[in-house]
């Protein structure tokens, strides 16, 4: 060993979310999408992906990203979309920031019990098959009679003959599945359910991105965050503040992780949209930019509206949460898209197939991203019109992102119907029961949390 060498890092032993060298592919892929204009270095992207893992490829990869940054927009770019909140506000479409009176406590306590168990379940359902693509999802649901999915899936379902005809590993997963189960998995979609509340109960509804990046660092462990997750947490180790730990060299800036983080935000603001995606906008800045900062204003909005909504009215709910979001921008564009099919007639079977020809779920890009994943939770809501386990299952049985789709879809219907109108067969098999990777609070009750939820919402304490 040479002691005047210079130590570098195991490479080979870094995550991929850890090594912004090892995303060269997606990160060309995003700043398209973003306008920026880089065609006179558009190869060197390839050229450095194609390099094994070395402190050479690391450099290479530090000096296209400042490239990146330099780079100006395209002068044909299509969309406005910034990050900063005030600047967000300034773009929504008109009739944003309407408050609604709250409804008699007993419902609201019926609502936030069907958000809480709709969520759990919801993740519960896609869960087992978290990552598997359609090609192999649809011939497996239809072998098991869950074709169209209409139930949870089973450890029965899963026979020794589908070890080899699948190359999904199912029999893995077996043991995230409702008959294997003594309560509900921990899961980064109910991790982060979890972890808000507790955020409040430490800061208080005025809290800050900063608040909520260290509460990150001090309340799990680095392997419960993946992708924007991981690298904002890698970036605040490393000295970063919100909003850089979501800005630098994050080729994950607009996936789906923000979007699965806004739940209680819309929970604890019933009738408050614009409050909702206020506290959307702190928490997803940490980690996101652009549509990945929209995602979760969206949700928290249309929670916010579904909480105080006794009509069942599915197409209000998510006219409201667009409201929270600029209407010059992509995730605006593709759910007006959704939006539009629906009322047009088009059917749930070519709706979601539209959703697949646009985005590639073969690619991480194109199975992770926000707007992909908005689109079907947002079809699934206007074609399950209201129905639990049509809404959820149909957010799951479409594929991407299994889990945090049902999650949120099963979240959404829950809190506009209320538990009463789950039926029992999609929450007794957790036993009111929620693990979590939280330190300190890796066990808790369901219907606890959705009770402390009370204690949070202005107006009732």
Not at 75 to 103: F, H, V, W
Not at 105 to 117: E, F, N, P, S
Not at 263 to 282: C, L, Q, S, T, V
Request: glycine letters at 8%; hydrophobic letters at 40%.
């Amino acid at each position: 060993m040479n002691e005047h060498a210079m130590p570098m890092p195991a490479y080979d032993r870094l995550h991929a979310w850890e090594l912004y060298s090892s995303e060269m592919k997606t990160e060309k892929q995003q700043t398209i999408e973003e306008g920026k204009d880089i065609h006179e270095f558009e190869k060197l992207f390839d050229a450095i992906a194609e390099m094994p893992r070395c402190a050479e490829k690391a450099r290479l990869a530090d000096i296209l990203y400042e490239l990146i940054v330099k780079a100006p927009q395209r002068a044909d770019y299509a969309y406005n979309e910034p990050s900063e909140l005030e600047a967000i506000r300034a773009l929504r479409p008109a009739g944003a920031g309407e408050k609604k009176p709250l409804p008699s406590l007993d419902v609201l306590k019926d609502k936030l019990a069907g958000a809480w168990y709709g969520r759990v379940a919801g993740c519960s359902l896609g869960k087992p098959v978290e990552g598997i693509r359609t090609n192999e999802f649809e011939p497996f649901l239809k072998e098991t009679g869950n074709w169209p999915m209409h139930r949870f899936i089973l450890s029965a379902d899963v026979t020794d003959d589908m070890k080899d005809k699948y190359k999904f590993p199912l029999r893995e997963r077996s043991r995230w599945m409702v008959d294997q189960l003594s309560g509900a998995p921990a899961d980064d979609d109910t991790n982060y359910t979890v972890l808000a509340q507790l955020l409040i109960n430490r800061f208080g509804r005025d809290f800050t991105p900063a608040n909520m990046i260290q509460f990150w660092l001090d309340m799990q462990p680095k392997n419960a965050y993946c992708t924007a997750e991981r690298v904002a947490f890698t970036n605040a180790v490393k000295g970063y503040l919100p909003p850089d730990t979501a800005r630098f060299q994050n080729p994950y800036r607009e996936w789906i992780g923000a979007q699965i983080r806004g739940d209680y935000f819309g929970y604890i603001n019933p009738g408050d949209p614009e409050a909702a995606a206020d506290m959307a906008w702190r928490d997803a800045s940490i980690s996101h930019i652009k549509n990945g900062v929209y995602g979760e204003m969206f949700v928290a909005a249309m929670l916010a509206e579904a909480a105080v909504t006794t009509d069942g009215d599915v197409a209000r709910v998510i006219e409201t949460g667009l409201k929270e979001i600029p209407e010059t921008s992509r995730l605006y564009e593709a759910i007006r898209g959704v939006i539009g099919d629906f009322h047009a007639g088009v059917s749930q079977e070519d709706a979601f197939k539209k959703i697949h020809e646009m985005w590639d779920e073969y690619t991480g890009h194109g199975w992770c991203h926000t707007i992909s994943n908005a689109m079907i939770v947002a079809a699934s809501l206007l074609y399950g019109q209201g129905d639990y386990g049509k809404s959820a299952c149909m957010a799951v049985q479409t594929g991407f992102d299994t889990d945090c789709n049902g999650a949120t879809v099963g979240s959404i219907v829950g809190m506009l119907r209320g538990l009463s109108s789950i039926p029992e067969y999609w929450t007794k098999p957790f036993n009111d029961t929620l693990h979590t990777s939280l330190f300190g609070f890796t066990l808790s009750t369901i219907s606890d949390m959705a009770e402390k939820t009370l204690s949070h919402i202005p107006g009732l304490n």
